[in-house]
């Protein structure tokens, strides 16, 4: 078993005029990140990768291009996000052939109008069951309805063979402590993985495994000396860090509605010049007034 400790950054995927992948700048975009110093790997096909609007052939894609580009030991997690648990398990199995050292089941958006416990953990299983390579779950938000697990449904999701740890996103500190503790109590190895971008500082000054973050997209360096003060008890010092992040976190991730985050994110990067525009694969786009929010929170957070 591999060590998956560590920070990922949850990258995007830089697009052209015609909505087609821009593979000069995605294989920059993923090199700049890769090759910081304490960035432990990449989460590929992510939320903030747009997992649910890029076709099959295009996600293979991006991880094709992410493993070619990525560091010796670094490690790459592809996000699977499909309503079809057999689509899903054909993927995760074309992901494992291309050489992905896990992958992460995201629960399908129509979760979030209603679900029941049998449908979870049958979906898991079906993906679990057809590939060898370990697995993450996704604790989605407490705000995300049925999408969230339950404490009852995380302890039969934890039994299911070849899953290893969670990205734990509950973006609420009480309710991630409260999962640590069930989930340490049932196992001592299981990864803890605190990924609420807004919440970073109060869930590793607890205790983490590492995080699976989109904001390490934006501010790898600064997401990673936070945290290595944390270690270090530093916390006078994190907590500056931190609280310039919340500048640019909240903007991003803060604001409704919550699926304009990587439109955000991307506008950001664009902002830093380090992609050539913020096109989406949906039709997301944002306005004036938000470019400019986004633009003070760079200039007032981290740069």
């Not at 679990?128 to 697990?149: E, H, R, W």
């Not at 339950?150 to 740890?165: C, D, F, Q």
């Not at 609420?196 to 590492?210: A, N, R």
Request: proline share 3%.
């Amino acid at each position: 078993m591999k060590n998956f400790k560590g920070i990922y950054a949850a990258t995007i995927v830089p697009l052209k005029k015609d909505k087609s992948i821009n593979k000069k700048y995605l294989k920059k975009h993923l090199k700049e990140i890769i090759n910081i110093k304490g960035i432990k790997g990449l989460l590929i096909n992510g939320h903030a990768g747009e997992n649910f609007t890029l076709s099959e052939n295009e996600q293979i894609e991006v991880f094709k291009i992410a493993k070619k580009n990525k560091a010796k030991l670094s490690l790459l997690v592809s996000g699977l996000n499909y309503e079809d648990p057999l689509k899903a398990s054909k993927i995760a199995k074309k992901m494992q052939n291309a050489g992905a050292d896990a992958i992460m089941i995201f629960p399908p958006f129509s979760w979030s109008q209603g679900v029941n416990e049998n449908m979870i953990l049958k979906h898991h299983k079906i993906v679990c069951d057809n590939i060898k390579i370990p697995v993450f779950l996704y604790q989605s938000s407490v705000s995300t309805g049925s999408m969230a697990y339950s404490t009852s449904v995380l302890k039969k999701l934890m039994n299911i063979r070849g899953v290893i740890g969670i990205k734990e996103g509950s973006w609420n500190f009480k309710r991630y402590v409260k999962n640590y503790k069930l989930i340490r109590k049932k196992s001592k190895s299981f990864l803890i993985m605190a990924s609420g971008d807004e919440h970073l500082y109060p869930c590793f000054k607890y205790k983490s495994d590492g995080s699976l973050v989109s904001l390490a997209a934006i501010a790898p360096k600064m997401i990673i000396e936070m945290i290595k003060l944390i270690k270090e008890k530093k916390y006078t010092k994190a907590k500056i860090l931190d609280k310039k992040l919340l500048i640019l976190a909240k903007n991003i991730y803060g604001k409704k509605p919550a699926n304009f985050a990587t439109a955000r994110i991307k506008y950001c990067l664009k902002l830093l010049q380090k992609i050539p525009n913020d096109i989406m694969k949906s039709s997301i786009k944002l306005d004036k007034k938000e470019k400019m929010q986004l633009k003070n929170s760079i200039k007032n957070s981290i740069f």
